[in-house]
């Protein structure tokens, strides 16, 4: 599958989220089975059916990902019919690219693509969990090097500041420079 597909597929799909009032991202079901190549309804509720399945099997609440709705669609004389649909989550609209019909196209990217999605954000949160320990042991680092200061009666806040080790560099060449021009005072 060449880039330029593969980030029109993207753009597609992540194109088609919505967002509840709550703002919980969600993607229709009848959005995401012209995405994934499905032209009957019927063959992609059979898709839908197996990723309830997974759902649940995983330990996940179904109700969680996979909410019935009902919307208004226009039909060709004007009118409107209220039609069946399905708000899904990103973890439904994963279960459903993975019990697809792999043989399509759209899901084989699909499937590719979510599998690239979950590794990204393991990713994200071993870092974020990372940095999370990296900061809490640099705490407690610093607590315990002011405690042993303070135990042994020094205050950090109390101390002078610092030299600037740019000037202390400064002042080690320029004692260099000195001592390189008068070698004799060094034999004393």
Not at 39 to 49: A, D, G, P, Q, Y
Not at 98 to 112: C, L, V, W
Not at 118 to 128: D, L, P
């Amino acid at each position: 599958m060449n880039n330029d597909l593969i980030q029109q597929l993207t753009e597609s799909f992540e194109g088609h989220a919505q967002d509840t009032e709550n703002g919980v991202e969600y993607w229709l079901a009848r959005d995401l089975q012209q995405l994934l190549g499905y032209s009957e309804w019927r063959n992609f509720l059979n898709v839908i059916t197996k990723a309830k399945t997974a759902c649940e099997v995983s330990g996940h609440d179904v109700a969680n990902h996979f909410v019935d709705v009902n919307k208004m669609v226009e039909l060709g004389s004007g009118s409107q019919r209220q039609i069946s649909d399905i708000m899904l989550t990103r973890y439904a609209c994963y279960l459903i690219a993975q019990n697809g019909d792999p043989a399509k196209q759209a899901i084989a990217f699909a499937q590719t693509y979510f599998a690239t999605e979950i590794t990204i954000h393991n990713a994200r949160e071993n870092t974020m969990t990372r940095e999370q320990q990296i900061s809490a042991e640099h705490v407690t680092n610093n607590k315990a090097v002011r405690d042993t200061l303070l135990s042994r009666g020094i205050r950090p806040e109390s101390l002078p500041p610092a030299e600037d080790v740019k000037k202390v560099e400064r002042r080690l060449a320029s004692a260099e420079k000195k001592a390189m021009k008068n070698p004799d005072g060094l034999a004393e």
